[in-house]
């Protein structure tokens, strides 16, 4: 048997230098064009607004990414990034983003993914993208230049609410539209089952039935509830039921994706690429879901994507929040084949940071369209940052 001129631990490492070098050469650039990609310096801006993470190489390229305080558990805790992502990155190259994030390693993934992980990688695709002047999706592979939005709501209280709401969007052009029932204090963020049903029955009677519904509790139903809700979901053609019990009851996601036709969500509450494989095999979910922050950033959100594709399943990103969470799903979704929806926070620009010269609509035809500037694509207005910076951590 011949023997290989180089080592499979050379190859693959080679194999990431030919992917960098040819997506300079894509976009007509060849590597002497390229800027030092060496990162110099990390930092974070502090506003009012929350924390935006910056990474800058010595070529002087900036990638950026907010840093969202996130939820109460540990695992979604960004306080300690910038100490984490100085050590890591300073003097290496924006190009090896697998070598900063990935779990691989059996030490790593035998707990959840980094939660730094993520600000890192959305930040070094932002570089790269400037660096060849595309757009990130683009970089990955088109797949499609627009996505088809839904309206997702905030948890609002009554109906009379949700029926203004709806009526809201469709106005601006949603052709779907994503129900957070209202939570209940006395129930610590519960929900009451048969006030939801009651909802749902209304806003179906209200928009007819060529518009497109969705229903998230986020978790909070029993297994018994799920199932009456999701009963009348199927007779009201519901295309999406997510998050419909906690995540962790894998045996009951099991049975109610079993007895039901709409289809059921997952992901949102999973901490590392290598939870999924588990609820994909024993057929506890019908659409893949993730969020960004949870699963290492783009990079991890490509690898659902693509192992979603493998086994013929939707994939659905997360994209609750600010411009830049919704920039990071959006260039997901634009690169893979297997997703439908945009999902669009109601109202729109809710969140919206105020030092972006750039924000996120739909379009008449209810399409959210591809950017077209540089990197995560949605451009910062230097001036109005200098002038909302309370401070520069470094």
Known sequence: ????????????????????????????????????????????YVTAHGRLASVVTRGGIEGNYTLAARYWHPDWNNQGWLEYAKRVLVGKSALDRPAFTSQWDPPLRRRGQSSYASAIDNCLWDIAGKAVGLPVYQILGAYRHRVLAYASSQHLHTLDDFLD????????????????????????????????????????????????????????????????????????????????????????????????????????????????????????????????????????????????????????PHNWGDTLDHAVHFHCELAMPNNVFFEMTAPQGVYDEPYLKDHIRIAKDGYVYAPTKPGLGYEIDRAALDNLTQRVER
């Open 165 to 316: 709401s709806v009526r809201k969007c469709q106005a601006e052009g949603f052709r779907a539209y994503k129900i957070h029932p209202p939570e209940f204090e006395s129930r610590r963020g519960g929900s009451d089952y048969k006030l939801d049903i009651e909802i749902c029955r209304a806003i179906r009677k209200f928009v007819g039935d060529d518009f497109l519904l969705l229903l998230d509790p986020v978790g909070v139903y029993s297994r018994q509830e799920a199932l009456a809700v999701g009963r009348v979901l199927d007779e009201l053609k519901f295309v999406v039921y997510e998050d419909p019990i906690p995540t962790k009851d894998i045996e009951g996601l099991v049975e109610l994706c079993g007895a039901l036709d709409v289809p059921i969500h997952i992901g949102e509450f999973l901490f590392s690429p290598y939870d999924y494989a588990e609820y994909v095999r024993r057929g506890a979910l019908d659409v893949v879901r993730f969020i960004v922050d949870n699963v290492g950033g783009i990079t991890g959100g490509m690898k659902l994507a693509a192992m979603a594709e493998c086994f013929s399943m939707e994939c659905a």
């Open 1 to 44: 048997m011949a023997r290989l001129p180089v080592s499979r631990r050379q190859f693959l490492g080679a194999s990431a230098v030919l992917s960098a070098a040819s997506v300079s050469r894509a976009a007509g650039i060849g590597p002497s064009d390229l800027p030092d990609m060496t990162i110099q310096e990390v930092k974070v």
